[in-house]
């Protein structure tokens, strides 16, 4: 804010906190809402990859699906369901908040997001979190430069 005092005349400081002010809320309603998306994005996308891999009756997917918008407050008598709803969860969760937490996981999500499939950073040692379908930090992500230093977790 100070820069924008700064810019103004003295005489216009007024107009120029309130726009200021105006921009930043806007600013932050905006971040909420790609974030909000982004997290249902992939809640969506990890809570599919483990129902794929249980087998269910339709019915018992029609309610599954029916419970998506309350995210990990959804509940389901199946504990396998149930932990699927919860790690699921916890996948959007990390995807949202990881990036800015490790040097070079952006490039990481960048190329996630550009294939489309669900893939991990790989650590100093090389190896990826043996986890299935949920993204977990390394205790030290390297920066990706090429394609085949992703891992798939599946």
Request: net charge positive; aromatic share 6%.
């Amino acid at each position: 804010m100070t820069t924008v005092m700064n810019a103004v005349p003295e005489s216009e400081s007024g107009l120029a906190s309130g726009i200021n002010n105006a921009v930043s809320r806007l600013a932050a309603l905006l971040a909420v809402a790609v974030f909000g998306a982004v997290l249902v994005t992939v809640f969506n996308h990890s809570l599919d990859q483990y129902l794929n891999q249980l087998l269910l009756t339709p019915a018992v997917r029609a309610q599954i699906n029916d419970a998506r918008p309350l995210l990990a407050a959804a509940h389901n008598p199946d504990p396998m369901v149930q932990h699927a709803i919860a790690e699921s969860f916890v996948s959007g969760y990390r995807f949202v908040i990881w990036p800015g937490d490790r040097p070079g996981s952006f490039e990481c999500y960048h190329r996630m997001a550009a294939h489309r499939v669900r893939h991990t950073c790989v650590c100093k040692t090389g190896v990826a979190p043996k986890t299935p379908s949920v993204l977990l930090p390394c205790s030290s992500a390297k920066p990706l430069k090429e394609p085949d230093k992703l891992a798939v977790a599946i």
